[in-house]
């Protein structure tokens, strides 16, 4: 069974400009989450996508987006880089939502914004 | 401000030695995972409680959700150099916005 794959792997942009990052979650997961991480702030929560729309959003900006495909797949879009927006970017997809659901992280994007 | 502190946030050691990390909160969740991270990598999962009190063993590591279902604890036996990563720590409740610690960077030296 595939994993979680995201694309592409790293990528550098530079401020102003906007981009766009692709997860491909594990065929049959429905459920498909977005994280930021960096070495200051650690992991921290974007969005969460479920059967298209999305269910929970976490404290980022309005330049943070995201959306979901009806084959589960899906991509976030930063507009107007910052260089603080430098980061790996993770997707994690997961089988249901609630407590104690097991999330299968991708690889990651690493994003540099100079 | 982290939801979730761990510590230590760094902690080197010798091959063989044990060890305990620790993730609290003030906040009680549902349930709580923890996860290992390696360069270039995604985090993985380890093991979910969803019990408070609940103690689970993954071979030489024990993991356990507090009783109040605020803090858990990892203690690793006889560390081997291929535990070396960074363990996350993440607290759940009914929806799918997982709250991760900062994490703690193990480093076991041979």
């Known amino acids: 069974k595939a994993g979680v794959t995201q694309t592409p792997r790293y990528l550098i942009k530079t401020r102003g400009q906007q981009v766009t990052l692709s997860c491909s979650p594990i065929?049959?997961?429905?459920?498909v989450s977005w994280y930021q991480q960096t070495p200051g702030q650690g992991l921290q929560f974007l969005f969460e996508?479920?059967?298209?729309?999305?269910?929970n959003k976490g404290n980022f900006p309005g330049r943070f987006s995201g959306r979901q495909f009806s084959n589960s797949r899906s991509e976030m879009n930063v507009s107007t880089l910052e260089l603080g927006d430098s980061a790996l970017y993770l997707c994690?997809?997961?089988?249901?939502?609630?407590?104690?659901?097991?999330?299968?992280f991708g690889p990651g994007t690493r994003l540099t914004v100079l | 401000t982290q939801l979730l502190e761990q510590s230590p946030q760094f902690l080197s050691i010798q091959e063989g030695e044990n060890l305990t990390v620790y993730c609290n909160s003030s906040?009680?969740?549902?349930?709580l995972q923890w996860y290992r991270q390696e360069p270039g990598e995604g985090p993985v999962l380890l093991v979910t409680?969803?019990?408070?009190?609940e103690v689970k063993k993954l071979k030489r590591l024990t993991f356990q959700f507090g009783d109040a279902r605020k803090d858990s604890s990892l203690h690793i036996t006889a560390a081997q150099p291929g535990d070396t990563g960074l363990y996350l720590c993440?607290?759940?409740?009914?929806?799918?916005?997982?709250?991760f610690g900062a994490g703690t960077r193990l480093t076991v030296k041979p």
């Open positions: 065929s049959g997961h429905r459920s």
């Open positions: 409680v969803v019990t408070g009190g």
């Open positions: 996508y479920f059967s298209e729309t999305q269910r």
């Open positions: 906040s009680v969740f549902s349930s």
């Open positions: 994690a997809s997961s089988l249901f939502r609630g407590p104690g659901n097991e999330q299968f």
């Open positions: 993440a607290g759940g409740n009914n929806n799918n916005d997982m709250r």
